[in-house]
């Protein structure tokens, strides 16, 4: 893996933010900011071997700080939804903050994804190291982390998450990049096949009830390859409750690496494969994503999909799900990987 880096800019707060590209022998290049740990572009050769940037990011700083959406960040203490931002661990209850309809969501209002990290090359990965103080959004233990990227000559972009708490806490990361495996436009005819076969029942905040769904059938049954715009206009209730597809398939292989999903663009002739160790998938069609200014021109709705590998959203309300506690002293890791072929 070879490397470069470049001055992004700078934050409000005066802090030099720092771009590293990562490159390989094959064609591919990432370019990750210091700045959220964020994606803020991916080259990937398509079948011509032209190079498609298929996330959609920022030019500037300023944008990634002013513009919601989360684009290509790592997000943390928690991904997803906690409802009504409160939790009880260890008889004692802890309120969180507030920011998504009375809930909590992506780690609060100053979450992971907005404070410049510490980096360093170390061998074939870039890693990123960063401190969570104990309170921070509401959140026990002073929490110590990791985010190491590495990209092989496979055109798989490998991303590793590692940490360790002095208090029992949550702890569920994840990114968040945007795809479009055509660079630009409507990503309704890309294709998508999840590896699950249930997914998580929402309700009207886009919380999970604690029901699991089986996708055959619905609207939601991607377990073979489909168009994602096929059944997005259905008159279905978790469409509606989920404005359209914002929910977590629950990954049917028990292993501990597996698929998760499977993206295809047949204009561009690339596919990209998502693997991880973690038990679920958040697909989201970016319906919510308000018209604004990428970095090569005006992006919006339904523009991108998101992957977001995680433990299944507000876990710590449900007995059935799989648990975000970290336990004090423990050592959490998890890994997801994003493999490119062009055929």
Known sequence: MKYETSLFGTTKAGQQVTAYTLKNNSGMSVNILDYGCTIQSMIVPDKWSRPVDVVLGYKTVAEYEENGG?????IGRVGNRIGKGSFEL????YSLVLNDRGNHLHGGTIGFDKKVYKAAVVGDELVFSGMSPDGEEGYPGNLNFTVRYRLDDDNTLHISYSAVSDKDTLFNPTNHSYFNLAGSG?????????????FCVNDENCLPTGELMNMEGSPFDFTHSKKIGTDIQQPDAQLRAGNVYDHNFCLSDPAAWKTAAKLSCAE????????TTLPGVQFYSANGLTERQGKYGPIG???AVCLETQVWPDAIHHDNFP?????????????????????
């Open 70 to 74: 989360f684009l290509g960040a790592f």
């Open 90 to 93: 260890n008889g004692k209850q």
């Open 186 to 198: 409507s990503v309704m005819d890309h294709e998508l096949q999840i590896f699950a076969r249930q």
């Open 268 to 275: 561009t002739g690339i596919t990209m494969w998502c693997c």
């Open 301 to 303: 709705r339904r523009e």
């Open 323 to 343: 648990s975000p506690v970290l336990k004090a002293g423990d050592m959490y890791l998890s890994q997801t990987a994003y493999h490119f072929e062009n055929a």
